[in-house]
């Protein structure tokens, strides 16, 4: 009797470990699969929060899945002060819009850009990064100036069908294509900043342009009345708000 029942509480205890050590190995592996298992549009979700593109680039080297994830990237963020040391050079700059192009070309379904980084970007990358987020940016800051001038940021903007809110920083606002062309599809707030020599007449015809446009702002610019008794008035069935900061108004004096 005494053998059988140690034989018994032998076999319990056996029994206990192997089933502690089996619901240890069940928590490990529930565990392991809640990391693989991570959505890949969640993982697209929190990069959109960084607002610096080279941690941007940081987090997808993680692993493949992360790799991934860029494609489900909605927010695309480079702050003027978020890293100066990396681009105080120009061939950091050059590597900042390298990666800028590589990230945007990744992306599926990016809907707010914002760059605000302070160096000149070439022509021909900001044209690819356009073209590429066209069917799908809804927000767009960029306040960088660019090397070459022959790029109308506001002509390309006026392309993109879903965009909702702008602004731009030196730009032109002369639009070159046909005037009964359809722009700004969906626009509903513009912001300009360091315009120089713009006519009100200009500004009238951009807000007509703007079919569904909301709110407009002009900022730290300068104006010139088409006539001498001019009074800045922005008409249209759709414009709700305007607002005008620091904007210093020149008359121009014909001999």
């Known amino acids: 009797m005494t053998d059988q029942r140690w034989k018994r509480q032998k076999g319990t205890k056996i029994g206990s470990q192997t089933a502690n050590e089996s619901r240890g190995a069940e928590e490990v592996g529930d565990q392991k699969r809640g990391m693989e298992g991570f959505p890949v549009e969640v993982i697209g979700n929190i990069i959109s929060l960084v607002a610096n593109v080279k ?3 940081r987090a997808s080297m993680t692993c493949r899945k992360w790799r991934d994830a860029l494609r489900h990237l909605h927010t695309l963020q480079q702050d003027q002060y978020s890293d100066r040391s990396f681009y105080n050079r120009k061939s950091k700059t050059l590597q ?7 990230i945007v070309l990744q992306t599926m379904g990016l ?3 914002r760059i605000l980084h302070g160096t000149k970007f070439s022509g021909t990358a900001v044209i690819a990064w356009l ?3 066209g069917g799908s940016l809804r ?5 960088v100036p660019m090397s070459t001038l022959n790029v109308n940021m506001l002509e390309r903007c006026g392309k993109m069908r879903y965009l909702e809110s702008l602004r731009l920083r030196h730009t032109d606002i002369r639009l070159t294509t046909d005037p009964t062309a359809q722009r700004f599809m969906s626009l509903l707030s513009l912001t300009l900043y360091n315009l120089v020599d713009v006519t009100t007449f200009q500004l009238q015809w ?9 709110s407009f702002s002009l900022v730290n610019s300068n104006v010139i009345p088409t006539d001498l008794h001019c009074i800045l008035n922005l008409r249209s069935s759709s414009l709700k ?11 121009m004096l014909v001999q």
């Open 55 to 57: 941690d941007v680039v």
């Open 96 to 102: 900042l819009e390298f990666l800028l192009t590589d």
């Open 111 to 113: 809907q707010t850009s």
């Open 131 to 133: 073209s590429d987020t």
């Open 139 to 143: 927000h767009l800051t960029y306040e």
């Open 206 to 214: 951009l807000v007509w342009a703007c079919r569904k446009l909301e």
């Open 241 to 251: 708000i305007y607002a005008f900061l620091q904007v210093k108004f020149t008359l």
